[in-house]
Protein backbone atom coordinates (compact mmCIF):
# COMPACT_ATOMS: atom_id res chain seq x y z
CA UNK A 1 0.00 0.00 0.00
CA UNK A 2 1.27 3.58 -0.84
CA UNK A 3 1.09 6.53 1.38
CA UNK A 4 0.15 10.18 -0.29
CA UNK A 5 0.71 12.73 2.45
CA UNK A 6 -0.82 16.47 1.85
CA UNK A 7 -0.78 19.42 4.19
CA UNK A 8 -4.41 21.10 3.56
CA UNK A 9 -4.32 24.67 2.38
CA UNK A 10 -8.41 24.98 2.86
CA UNK A 11 -8.42 27.10 6.58
CA UNK A 12 -5.77 27.59 9.07
CA UNK A 13 -5.72 24.58 11.05
CA UNK A 14 -3.03 23.08 8.16
CA UNK A 15 -4.30 19.31 8.90
CA UNK A 16 -1.87 17.15 7.96
CA UNK A 17 -3.92 14.08 5.85
CA UNK A 18 -2.60 11.07 4.61
CA UNK A 19 -3.95 8.53 1.98
CA UNK A 20 -3.68 5.33 1.82
CA UNK A 21 -3.18 4.29 -1.96
CA UNK A 22 -3.47 0.89 -3.30
CA UNK A 23 -3.24 0.28 -6.82
CA UNK A 24 -4.42 3.77 -7.58
CA UNK A 25 -7.55 3.98 -5.40
CA UNK A 26 -7.87 5.83 -2.25
CA UNK A 27 -8.65 3.34 0.23
CA UNK A 28 -8.31 5.63 3.59
CA UNK A 29 -7.74 8.96 4.29
CA UNK A 30 -6.73 10.01 7.48
CA UNK A 31 -5.76 13.32 9.36
CA UNK A 32 -8.26 15.77 8.42
CA UNK A 33 -10.38 17.51 10.82
CA UNK A 34 -13.24 18.55 8.75
CA UNK A 35 -14.78 17.74 5.46
CA UNK A 36 -12.78 20.42 3.48
CA UNK A 37 -9.71 18.61 4.40
CA UNK A 38 -10.55 15.77 3.21
CA UNK A 39 -11.96 16.74 -0.32
CA UNK A 40 -8.79 18.86 -0.25
CA UNK A 41 -6.60 15.98 -0.26
CA UNK A 42 -8.59 13.77 -2.41
CA UNK A 43 -8.10 16.72 -5.78
CA UNK A 44 -4.79 16.80 -4.30
CA UNK A 45 -4.66 13.61 -5.14
CA UNK A 46 -6.56 13.09 -8.33
CA UNK A 47 -5.70 16.31 -10.02
CA UNK A 48 -3.79 19.00 -8.29
CA UNK A 49 -4.97 22.53 -9.04
CA UNK A 50 -4.05 26.19 -8.89
CA UNK A 51 -5.03 29.59 -9.90
CA UNK A 52 -2.23 31.18 -11.65
CA UNK A 53 -0.95 34.77 -11.22
CA UNK A 54 1.55 35.86 -13.62
CA UNK A 55 2.46 39.36 -15.28
CA UNK A 56 1.49 40.22 -19.19
CA UNK A 57 3.88 42.72 -20.79
CA UNK A 58 2.39 45.54 -21.30
CA UNK A 59 3.14 48.81 -24.17
CA UNK A 60 3.09 51.22 -21.63
CA UNK A 61 6.66 52.34 -20.20
CA UNK A 62 5.61 53.56 -17.17
CA UNK A 63 3.78 50.30 -16.23
CA UNK A 64 5.91 47.30 -18.47
CA UNK A 65 4.39 44.27 -16.48
CA UNK A 66 0.30 43.97 -15.80
CA UNK A 67 -1.08 41.76 -13.38
CA UNK A 68 -3.10 38.54 -13.93
CA UNK A 69 -4.91 35.81 -12.77
CA UNK A 70 -7.28 32.88 -13.71
CA UNK A 71 -11.12 33.10 -12.84
CA UNK A 72 -10.86 29.86 -11.43
CA UNK A 73 -7.83 27.10 -10.77
CA UNK A 74 -6.86 25.05 -13.44
CA UNK A 75 -4.48 21.69 -13.57
CA UNK A 76 -1.24 21.88 -12.01
CA UNK A 77 0.22 20.45 -15.36
CA UNK A 78 -1.05 23.15 -17.22
CA UNK A 79 1.05 26.24 -15.20
CA UNK A 80 4.19 26.01 -17.39
CA UNK A 81 2.26 25.94 -20.35
CA UNK A 82 -0.10 28.70 -19.91
CA UNK A 83 2.59 30.61 -18.33
CA UNK A 84 4.33 30.29 -22.17
CA UNK A 85 1.29 31.92 -23.88
CA UNK A 86 1.06 34.68 -21.17
CA UNK A 87 5.16 35.53 -22.19
CA UNK A 88 3.71 36.06 -25.51
CA UNK A 89 1.16 38.30 -25.09
CA UNK A 90 1.45 42.33 -25.06
CA UNK A 91 -1.39 44.31 -23.79
CA UNK A 92 -2.06 48.07 -24.80
CA UNK A 93 -3.84 50.48 -22.55
CA UNK A 94 -6.76 50.77 -21.65
CA UNK A 95 -7.38 47.93 -19.19
CA UNK A 96 -9.97 47.74 -16.15
CA UNK A 97 -10.00 45.92 -13.48
CA UNK A 98 -11.46 42.42 -14.39
CA UNK A 99 -11.05 42.73 -18.34
CA UNK A 100 -10.44 39.12 -19.67
CA UNK A 101 -6.66 39.25 -21.12
CA UNK A 102 -6.49 35.60 -22.76
CA UNK A 103 -9.74 34.28 -22.99
CA UNK A 104 -10.00 30.65 -22.86
CA UNK A 105 -6.42 29.76 -22.13
CA UNK A 106 -5.83 26.09 -22.88
CA UNK A 107 -8.39 25.02 -20.59
CA UNK A 108 -11.50 27.25 -21.07
CA UNK A 109 -10.47 29.24 -18.24
CA UNK A 110 -9.95 32.83 -18.77
CA UNK A 111 -7.02 35.46 -17.53
CA UNK A 112 -8.11 38.42 -16.61
CA UNK A 113 -6.54 42.03 -15.38
CA UNK A 114 -6.41 42.58 -11.52
CA UNK A 115 -5.00 46.32 -11.85
CA UNK A 116 -6.22 49.46 -14.07
CA UNK A 117 -3.78 50.65 -16.81
CA UNK A 118 -4.92 53.62 -18.38
CA UNK A 119 -3.62 55.32 -21.11
Known sequence: MEKFEVICLVCPLACNITLSVQKGKVIDVTGFKCNKGEEYALQEYI????ILTSTVKTTD???????V???????????????KILAQEEIHPPVKIGQVIVKNIM???DVIATRNLSC
Open 47 to 50: SPQR
Open 61 to 67: KSKPLLP
Open 69 to 83: ITTVPISKKLLIPCM
Open 107 to 109: TGV
